[in-house]
Protein backbone atom coordinates (compact mmCIF):
# COMPACT_ATOMS: atom_id res chain seq x y z
CA UNK A 1 0.00 0.00 0.00
CA UNK A 2 2.72 2.38 1.21
CA UNK A 3 4.56 1.36 -1.69
CA UNK A 4 1.54 2.26 -4.41
CA UNK A 5 0.81 5.45 -2.69
CA UNK A 6 4.33 6.38 -2.99
CA UNK A 7 4.46 5.79 -6.72
CA UNK A 8 1.04 7.80 -7.24
CA UNK A 9 3.03 10.37 -4.96
CA UNK A 10 5.85 10.30 -7.39
CA UNK A 11 3.59 10.45 -11.00
CA UNK A 12 1.76 12.94 -9.45
CA UNK A 13 5.18 15.77 -8.34
CA UNK A 14 6.34 15.04 -11.68
CA UNK A 15 2.87 15.89 -13.35
CA UNK A 16 2.67 18.76 -10.93
CA UNK A 17 6.21 20.05 -12.48
CA UNK A 18 5.71 19.62 -15.48
CA UNK A 19 2.21 21.57 -15.29
CA UNK A 20 3.58 24.77 -13.78
CA UNK A 21 6.69 24.99 -15.92
CA UNK A 22 4.16 24.94 -18.93
CA UNK A 23 1.55 27.12 -17.78
CA UNK A 24 2.50 30.59 -17.60
CA UNK A 25 -0.49 32.31 -17.42
CA UNK A 26 -0.82 30.54 -14.27
CA UNK A 27 -0.30 33.44 -12.34
CA UNK A 28 -1.88 34.91 -8.63
CA UNK A 29 -2.03 37.92 -10.33
CA UNK A 30 -4.62 40.43 -8.37
CA UNK A 31 -7.69 42.11 -9.93
CA UNK A 32 -9.09 41.20 -13.13
CA UNK A 33 -7.42 39.28 -16.49
CA UNK A 34 -4.92 41.03 -18.24
CA UNK A 35 -5.50 41.01 -22.10
CA UNK A 36 -2.79 41.05 -24.20
CA UNK A 37 -1.95 44.70 -25.12
CA UNK A 38 0.88 45.71 -26.90
CA UNK A 39 1.88 49.96 -26.17
CA UNK A 40 4.49 51.77 -28.11
CA UNK A 41 6.04 53.88 -25.61
CA UNK A 42 5.95 57.73 -26.13
CA UNK A 43 9.76 58.35 -25.74
CA UNK A 44 9.60 62.22 -26.87
CA UNK A 45 9.38 63.83 -23.44
CA UNK A 46 12.11 61.49 -21.63
CA UNK A 47 15.52 61.87 -21.00
CA UNK A 48 18.64 59.75 -19.55
CA UNK A 49 17.68 56.35 -17.91
CA UNK A 50 13.48 56.61 -18.51
CA UNK A 51 14.99 57.59 -22.10
CA UNK A 52 16.60 54.44 -22.75
CA UNK A 53 14.13 52.07 -20.44
CA UNK A 54 11.26 53.54 -22.82
CA UNK A 55 13.17 52.51 -25.59
CA UNK A 56 14.30 49.41 -24.59
CA UNK A 57 10.63 48.36 -24.06
CA UNK A 58 9.33 49.17 -27.82
CA UNK A 59 12.20 47.16 -29.26
CA UNK A 60 11.76 44.00 -27.45
CA UNK A 61 9.03 43.41 -25.09
CA UNK A 62 10.54 39.91 -23.90
CA UNK A 63 13.54 41.35 -23.22
CA UNK A 64 12.42 44.02 -21.41
CA UNK A 65 10.27 41.53 -19.18
CA UNK A 66 13.29 39.61 -18.58
CA UNK A 67 15.12 42.63 -17.29
CA UNK A 68 12.49 43.35 -15.28
CA UNK A 69 11.91 40.25 -13.05
CA UNK A 70 15.92 40.25 -12.62
CA UNK A 71 16.03 43.87 -11.80
CA UNK A 72 13.02 43.45 -9.19
CA UNK A 73 14.91 40.43 -6.84
CA UNK A 74 18.33 42.60 -7.56
CA UNK A 75 16.73 45.86 -6.31
CA UNK A 76 14.62 44.06 -3.37
CA UNK A 77 17.86 42.97 -1.81
CA UNK A 78 19.61 45.70 -2.42
CA UNK A 79 17.47 48.09 -0.72
CA UNK A 80 16.99 45.20 1.98
CA UNK A 81 20.64 45.25 2.80
CA UNK A 82 20.89 49.32 2.96
CA UNK A 83 17.55 48.73 5.74
CA UNK A 84 18.88 45.89 7.39
CA UNK A 85 22.49 47.90 7.60
CA UNK A 86 20.28 50.81 9.30
CA UNK A 87 18.76 48.76 11.60
CA UNK A 88 21.92 46.62 12.92
CA UNK A 89 23.26 50.30 13.14
CA UNK A 90 20.54 51.70 15.89
CA UNK A 91 21.12 48.40 17.55
CA UNK A 92 18.50 46.18 16.75
CA UNK A 93 19.07 41.71 16.84
CA UNK A 94 18.16 40.99 13.66
CA UNK A 95 18.98 37.34 14.18
CA UNK A 96 17.10 36.09 16.88
CA UNK A 97 13.58 36.13 17.86
CA UNK A 98 12.67 35.05 21.44
CA UNK A 99 8.86 34.65 21.17
CA UNK A 100 7.16 31.31 20.44
CA UNK A 101 3.90 31.28 21.20
CA UNK A 102 1.38 31.02 18.71
CA UNK B 1 9.19 79.43 -11.09
CA UNK B 2 6.46 77.98 -8.32
CA UNK B 3 5.93 75.42 -11.39
CA UNK B 4 10.13 75.14 -11.03
CA UNK B 5 9.93 74.42 -7.64
CA UNK B 6 7.00 71.51 -7.60
CA UNK B 7 8.00 69.80 -10.50
CA UNK B 8 11.14 67.65 -9.05
CA UNK B 9 8.34 66.21 -7.30
CA UNK B 10 6.99 65.00 -10.13
CA UNK B 11 8.40 61.65 -12.75
CA UNK B 12 6.96 60.76 -16.07
CA UNK B 13 6.19 57.24 -16.54
CA UNK B 14 7.84 55.78 -19.66
CA UNK B 15 5.50 53.30 -20.30
CA UNK B 16 2.57 54.60 -19.13
CA UNK B 17 2.81 57.85 -20.06
CA UNK B 18 1.21 59.22 -16.70
CA UNK B 19 2.79 61.81 -14.60
CA UNK B 20 3.08 60.69 -10.64
CA UNK B 21 3.89 62.34 -7.50
CA UNK B 22 6.62 60.32 -6.52
CA UNK B 23 6.85 61.05 -2.85
CA UNK B 24 3.48 59.50 -2.90
CA UNK B 25 4.85 55.83 -4.09
CA UNK B 26 7.29 56.04 -1.43
CA UNK B 27 4.18 56.72 1.32
CA UNK B 28 2.52 53.83 0.08
CA UNK B 29 5.70 51.74 -0.45
CA UNK B 30 6.00 52.53 3.21
CA UNK B 31 2.40 51.54 4.38
CA UNK B 32 2.08 48.24 2.55
CA UNK B 33 5.30 47.30 3.33
CA UNK B 34 4.70 47.05 6.93
CA UNK B 35 1.46 45.40 6.52
CA UNK B 36 2.97 42.96 4.04
CA UNK B 37 5.88 42.35 6.45
CA UNK B 38 3.53 41.79 9.44
CA UNK B 39 1.08 39.99 8.10
CA UNK B 40 2.47 38.07 4.91
CA UNK B 41 0.18 39.09 2.37
CA UNK B 42 0.90 40.43 -0.82
CA UNK B 43 -2.32 43.31 -0.16
CA UNK B 44 -3.51 44.24 -3.34
CA UNK B 45 -6.58 45.29 -2.38
CA UNK B 46 -4.69 47.84 -0.31
CA UNK B 47 -2.12 49.21 -3.04
CA UNK B 48 -4.19 49.00 -6.55
CA UNK B 49 -6.40 51.74 -4.82
CA UNK B 50 -3.61 53.85 -3.66
CA UNK B 51 -1.87 53.95 -7.59
CA UNK B 52 -5.31 54.72 -9.02
CA UNK B 53 -5.28 57.40 -6.52
CA UNK B 54 -1.48 58.62 -7.33
CA UNK B 55 -2.92 58.60 -11.14
CA UNK B 56 -2.38 54.98 -13.01
CA UNK B 57 -4.07 53.61 -15.06
CA UNK B 58 -6.25 50.71 -13.29
CA UNK B 59 -4.38 48.18 -15.72
CA UNK B 60 -1.17 49.53 -15.12
CA UNK B 61 -1.69 49.81 -10.94
CA UNK B 62 -2.03 46.10 -10.84
CA UNK B 63 0.58 45.33 -13.02
CA UNK B 64 2.81 47.96 -11.00
CA UNK B 65 1.44 46.19 -7.72
CA UNK B 66 2.69 42.65 -8.51
CA UNK B 67 6.15 43.89 -9.93
CA UNK B 68 6.46 46.18 -6.39
CA UNK B 69 5.12 42.87 -4.10
CA UNK B 70 7.54 40.45 -5.58
CA UNK B 71 10.48 42.86 -4.49
CA UNK B 72 8.58 43.68 -1.13
CA UNK B 73 7.84 40.19 -0.20
CA UNK B 74 11.73 39.28 -1.07
CA UNK B 75 12.84 41.66 1.55
CA UNK B 76 10.25 40.25 4.41
CA UNK B 77 11.62 37.01 3.14
CA UNK B 78 15.17 37.43 4.03
CA UNK B 79 14.17 39.03 7.37
CA UNK B 80 11.75 36.34 8.16
CA UNK B 81 14.08 33.16 7.30
CA UNK B 82 16.43 34.82 9.53
CA UNK B 83 14.17 34.79 12.30
CA UNK B 84 13.86 31.25 11.42
CA UNK B 85 9.81 32.22 10.33
CA UNK B 86 10.10 30.63 6.67
CA UNK B 87 9.42 26.96 6.08
CA UNK B 88 11.13 26.69 2.47
CA UNK B 89 9.58 22.79 2.26
CA UNK B 90 6.01 23.73 3.23
CA UNK B 91 6.38 26.98 0.89
CA UNK B 92 7.32 24.93 -1.78
CA UNK B 93 5.22 22.20 -1.30
CA UNK B 94 2.01 24.84 -1.47
CA UNK B 95 3.23 26.61 -4.08
CA UNK B 96 2.84 24.15 -6.44
CA UNK B 97 -0.78 23.22 -5.01
CA UNK B 98 -1.87 27.05 -5.45
CA UNK B 99 -0.73 27.15 -8.92
CA UNK B 100 -2.37 24.42 -10.23
CA UNK B 101 -5.32 25.35 -7.73
CA UNK B 102 -5.31 28.62 -8.94
CA UNK B 103 -5.17 27.90 -13.17
CA UNK B 104 -8.17 25.34 -12.08
CA UNK B 105 -10.39 28.05 -10.47
CA UNK B 106 -9.21 30.94 -13.74
CA UNK B 107 -10.19 28.66 -16.14
CA UNK B 108 -13.71 27.42 -14.06
CA UNK B 109 -14.67 31.23 -13.57
CA UNK B 110 -13.72 31.98 -17.28
CA UNK B 111 -15.91 28.82 -18.17
CA UNK B 112 -18.71 30.50 -15.99
CA UNK B 113 -18.07 33.75 -17.42
CA UNK B 114 -19.16 32.28 -20.74
CA UNK B 115 -22.56 31.39 -19.17
CA UNK B 116 -23.12 34.67 -17.90
CA UNK B 117 -22.29 37.22 -16.16
CA UNK B 118 -21.17 36.00 -12.82
CA UNK B 119 -19.49 39.24 -11.62
CA UNK B 120 -22.00 39.78 -8.56
CA UNK B 121 -21.93 36.22 -7.43
CA UNK B 122 -17.92 36.60 -7.27
CA UNK B 123 -18.12 39.46 -5.24
CA UNK B 124 -20.56 38.09 -3.06
CA UNK B 125 -18.74 35.20 -2.51
CA UNK B 126 -15.88 37.07 -2.04
CA UNK B 127 -17.57 38.92 0.70
CA UNK B 128 -18.51 35.35 2.67
CA UNK B 129 -15.62 34.07 2.64
CA UNK B 130 -14.12 37.51 4.27
CA UNK B 131 -16.77 37.10 6.93
CA UNK B 132 -15.81 33.36 7.55
CA UNK B 133 -12.00 34.20 7.54
CA UNK B 134 -12.91 37.23 10.42
CA UNK B 135 -15.30 34.67 12.22
CA UNK B 136 -12.73 32.35 12.67
CA UNK B 137 -9.85 35.01 13.03
CA UNK B 138 -11.67 36.75 16.09
CA UNK B 139 -13.76 33.26 17.19
CA UNK B 140 -10.44 31.57 17.72
CA UNK B 141 -8.75 34.73 19.40
CA UNK B 142 -11.98 34.49 21.88
CA UNK B 143 -11.71 30.94 22.53
CA UNK B 144 -8.05 31.11 23.51
CA UNK B 145 -8.89 34.17 26.03
CA UNK B 146 -10.97 31.51 27.63
CA UNK B 147 -8.82 28.62 27.44
CA UNK B 148 -5.99 31.20 29.33
CA UNK B 149 -8.99 32.79 31.86
CA UNK B 150 -9.82 28.98 32.78
CA UNK B 151 -5.96 28.20 33.56
CA UNK B 152 -5.40 31.26 35.27
CA UNK B 153 -9.07 30.22 37.61
CA UNK B 154 -7.39 26.91 38.33
CA UNK B 155 -3.99 28.49 39.22
CA UNK B 156 -2.72 26.70 36.84
CA UNK B 157 0.22 28.72 34.17
CA UNK B 158 -0.98 29.27 31.02
CA UNK B 159 -0.16 27.57 27.89
CA UNK B 160 1.90 29.84 25.73
CA UNK B 161 1.39 27.60 22.75
CA UNK B 162 -2.08 26.78 23.43
CA UNK B 163 -4.40 27.79 20.77
CA UNK B 164 -8.47 28.69 20.19
CA UNK B 165 -9.41 26.77 17.06
CA UNK B 166 -7.32 23.62 16.79
CA UNK B 167 -9.35 22.03 13.64
CA UNK B 168 -5.66 20.87 12.55
CA UNK B 169 -5.30 18.61 14.83
CA UNK B 170 -8.04 16.47 13.61
CA UNK B 171 -7.08 16.96 10.18
CA UNK B 172 -3.33 15.89 11.31
CA UNK B 173 -5.00 12.27 12.20
CA UNK B 174 -5.04 11.09 8.73
CA UNK B 175 -2.16 9.21 8.09
CA UNK B 176 -1.48 9.01 4.46
CA UNK B 177 1.68 8.19 3.08
CA UNK B 178 4.15 10.31 2.53
CA UNK B 179 4.19 11.80 5.94
CA UNK B 180 6.22 14.83 5.91
CA UNK B 181 7.81 16.60 8.92
CA UNK B 182 8.31 20.66 8.75
CA UNK B 183 11.03 21.62 10.83
CA UNK B 184 10.13 25.30 10.94
CA UNK B 185 6.50 24.60 11.21
CA UNK B 186 7.33 22.13 13.89
CA UNK B 187 3.97 20.08 12.18
CA UNK B 188 4.45 16.07 10.95
CA UNK B 189 1.79 15.85 8.63
CA UNK B 190 0.37 13.92 5.53
CA UNK B 191 1.94 15.45 2.96
CA UNK B 192 -1.51 15.64 1.02
CA UNK B 193 -2.95 18.06 4.28
CA UNK B 194 -0.61 21.19 2.56
CA UNK B 195 -1.09 20.14 -1.28
CA UNK B 196 -4.96 20.00 -0.39
CA UNK B 197 -5.15 23.36 1.58
CA UNK B 198 -2.94 24.93 -1.42
CA UNK B 199 -5.46 23.60 -4.16
CA UNK B 200 -8.36 24.82 -2.34
CA UNK B 201 -6.93 28.20 -1.49
CA UNK B 202 -5.51 28.52 -4.81
CA UNK B 203 -8.83 27.68 -6.31
CA UNK B 204 -10.86 30.18 -4.33
CA UNK B 205 -7.88 32.82 -5.41
CA UNK B 206 -8.29 31.96 -9.10
CA UNK B 207 -11.89 32.07 -9.29
CA UNK B 208 -11.83 35.36 -6.86
CA UNK B 209 -9.44 36.77 -8.69
CA UNK B 210 -6.92 38.04 -6.25
CA UNK B 211 -3.76 37.45 -4.64
CA UNK B 212 -4.50 34.78 -2.15
CA UNK B 213 -2.53 35.86 1.05
CA UNK B 214 -5.52 36.72 2.28
CA UNK B 215 -7.28 33.67 2.11
CA UNK B 216 -3.82 31.36 2.82
CA UNK B 217 -2.97 33.23 5.88
CA UNK B 218 -5.88 31.87 7.92
CA UNK B 219 -5.49 28.02 5.77
CA UNK B 220 -1.92 27.95 7.35
CA UNK B 221 -3.12 29.14 10.96
CA UNK B 222 -6.25 27.15 11.01
CA UNK B 223 -6.34 24.13 8.89
CA UNK B 224 -2.36 23.08 8.75
CA UNK B 225 -1.95 24.41 11.98
CA UNK B 226 1.23 26.59 11.54
CA UNK B 227 2.35 29.08 14.17
CA UNK B 228 1.72 32.44 13.27
CA UNK B 229 5.04 33.83 12.38
CA UNK B 230 5.41 30.83 10.44
CA UNK B 231 2.86 31.28 8.43
CA UNK B 232 3.44 34.97 8.33
CA UNK B 233 7.03 34.17 6.53
CA UNK B 234 5.81 31.10 4.63
CA UNK B 235 3.07 32.75 3.01
CA UNK B 236 5.27 36.02 2.24
CA UNK B 237 7.38 33.37 0.92
CA UNK B 238 4.60 32.42 -1.64
CA UNK B 239 4.34 36.05 -2.59
CA UNK B 240 7.62 36.39 -3.85
CA UNK B 241 8.07 33.39 -6.17
CA UNK B 242 4.31 33.86 -7.45
CA UNK B 243 5.21 37.65 -7.62
CA UNK B 244 8.39 37.20 -9.62
CA UNK B 245 5.89 35.23 -12.28
CA UNK B 246 2.83 37.41 -11.88
CA UNK B 247 5.79 40.16 -12.84
CA UNK B 248 7.09 38.51 -15.58
CA UNK B 249 2.96 38.25 -17.51
CA UNK B 250 2.05 41.23 -16.64
CA UNK B 251 5.33 43.29 -17.99
CA UNK B 252 5.07 40.83 -21.16
CA UNK B 253 1.54 42.21 -21.38
CA UNK B 254 2.98 45.91 -21.25
CA UNK B 255 0.76 46.51 -18.17
CA UNK B 256 3.99 47.07 -15.37
CA UNK B 257 5.60 50.84 -14.76
CA UNK B 258 8.87 49.48 -13.41
CA UNK B 259 10.26 52.79 -12.52
CA UNK B 260 7.02 52.98 -10.16
CA UNK B 261 7.73 49.36 -8.34
CA UNK B 262 11.13 50.87 -8.08
CA UNK B 263 9.96 53.98 -6.23
CA UNK B 264 7.69 52.09 -4.21
CA UNK B 265 10.83 49.49 -3.03
CA UNK B 266 12.52 52.49 -1.62
CA UNK B 267 9.76 52.89 1.04
CA UNK B 268 8.59 49.41 1.22
CA UNK B 269 12.21 48.25 1.86
CA UNK B 270 11.96 50.97 5.11
CA UNK B 271 8.38 49.76 5.57
CA UNK B 272 9.43 45.93 5.02
CA UNK B 273 11.97 45.80 7.99
CA UNK B 274 9.65 47.71 10.09
CA UNK B 275 6.61 45.17 9.83
CA UNK B 276 8.99 42.25 10.02
CA UNK B 277 10.67 43.19 13.03
CA UNK B 278 7.44 44.36 14.64
CA UNK B 279 6.51 40.30 14.73
CA UNK B 280 9.78 40.02 17.52
CA UNK B 281 7.47 42.48 19.91
CA UNK B 282 4.32 41.48 19.04
CA UNK B 283 2.22 37.96 19.89
CA UNK B 284 1.06 35.76 17.74
CA UNK B 285 -2.98 36.22 18.57
CA UNK B 286 -1.78 40.43 18.73
CA UNK B 287 -0.77 39.65 15.21
CA UNK B 288 -4.12 37.62 14.48
CA UNK B 289 -6.18 40.22 15.88
CA UNK B 290 -4.67 43.24 13.88
CA UNK B 291 -5.13 40.67 10.62
CA UNK B 292 -8.83 40.09 11.48
CA UNK B 293 -9.07 43.68 11.69
CA UNK B 294 -7.68 43.76 8.16
CA UNK B 295 -9.88 41.07 6.83
CA UNK B 296 -13.08 43.65 8.13
CA UNK B 297 -11.62 46.49 6.56
CA UNK B 298 -11.22 44.53 3.33
CA UNK B 299 -14.89 43.22 3.28
CA UNK B 300 -15.99 46.85 4.03
CA UNK B 301 -14.43 48.16 0.91
CA UNK B 302 -15.93 45.60 -1.26
CA UNK B 303 -18.99 46.07 0.32
CA UNK B 304 -18.91 50.13 -0.62
CA UNK B 305 -17.81 48.92 -4.13
CA UNK B 306 -21.04 46.94 -4.41
CA UNK B 307 -23.32 49.67 -3.53
CA UNK B 308 -21.43 51.75 -6.06
CA UNK B 309 -22.70 49.51 -8.79
CA UNK B 310 -25.85 48.85 -7.46
CA UNK B 311 -26.73 52.68 -6.57
CA UNK B 312 -24.92 54.84 -9.56
CA UNK B 313 -26.34 58.25 -8.52
CA UNK B 314 -24.23 57.38 -4.95
CA UNK B 315 -21.17 55.78 -6.92
CA UNK B 316 -18.47 58.74 -6.83
CA UNK B 317 -19.28 58.93 -3.15
CA UNK B 318 -19.05 55.30 -2.53
CA UNK B 319 -16.03 54.75 -4.30
CA UNK B 320 -14.59 57.23 -3.10
CA UNK B 321 -15.08 56.44 0.96
CA UNK B 322 -13.95 52.79 -0.15
CA UNK B 323 -10.95 54.54 -1.37
CA UNK B 324 -10.77 56.44 2.15
CA UNK B 325 -11.31 53.72 4.08
CA UNK B 326 -8.77 51.22 2.88
CA UNK B 327 -6.28 53.89 2.68
CA UNK B 328 -7.33 55.17 6.63
CA UNK B 329 -7.15 51.37 6.96
CA UNK B 330 -3.56 51.17 6.17
CA UNK B 331 -2.05 54.39 7.49
CA UNK B 332 -3.60 53.76 11.16
CA UNK B 333 -2.13 49.51 10.72
CA UNK B 334 0.85 51.24 9.71
CA UNK B 335 1.07 53.64 12.68
CA UNK B 336 0.15 50.96 15.29
CA UNK B 337 2.98 48.10 13.84
CA UNK B 338 5.34 51.05 13.76
CA UNK B 339 4.96 52.46 16.96
CA UNK B 340 5.26 48.50 18.54
CA UNK B 341 8.05 48.26 16.71
CA UNK B 342 9.79 51.11 17.81
CA UNK B 343 8.42 50.36 22.13
CA UNK B 344 10.16 46.98 21.42
CA UNK B 345 13.59 48.02 20.08
CA UNK B 346 13.85 50.99 22.66
CA UNK B 347 13.08 47.77 25.51
CA UNK B 348 15.64 45.73 23.71
CA UNK B 349 18.19 47.93 23.49
CA UNK B 350 17.91 49.18 26.72
CA UNK B 351 17.95 45.60 28.20
CA UNK B 352 21.34 45.71 26.00
CA UNK B 353 22.50 48.42 27.32
CA UNK B 354 21.88 47.29 31.26
CA UNK B 355 23.51 43.48 30.68
Known amino acids: MEEMMKGIWTKISVFVLMICTLLPQAVLAAGEKADLVVIVADTRGLTGVLHAWGTLYNDSHLYFSLLTIVLIPVIGLLFGTIADIVMRTIGIDLEHRELSEH | ?355
Open chain 2, 1 to 355: MEDLFMDWLYVLMPISGVTIFWPGLVILGVGVGIIGGFFGMGGAWMVTPGLNILGFPMAFAIGTDIAHMAGKSLISTMRHGKFGNVDYKLGLIMLVGTVVGFEVGAQMIMWLERLGNVEMIVRLLYLVLLSLIAWMVFSDVSKKRKKDRDARAKGHEVDALSTGIEWHKTLHKIKLAPMIHFHAAGITCTAWLPIAISFFTGWLAGILGIGGGLIRMPALLYLLGCPTHVAVGTDLFEVMISGLYGAFTYTMKGRTELVAAIIMLIGAAVGAQVGTVATKYIKGYGIRIAFGLAVVGCALSIILKLLAKELPAYARLLNNSSTTLVLGLVSAMSLYITVKMVQGARAEIAAIKNK
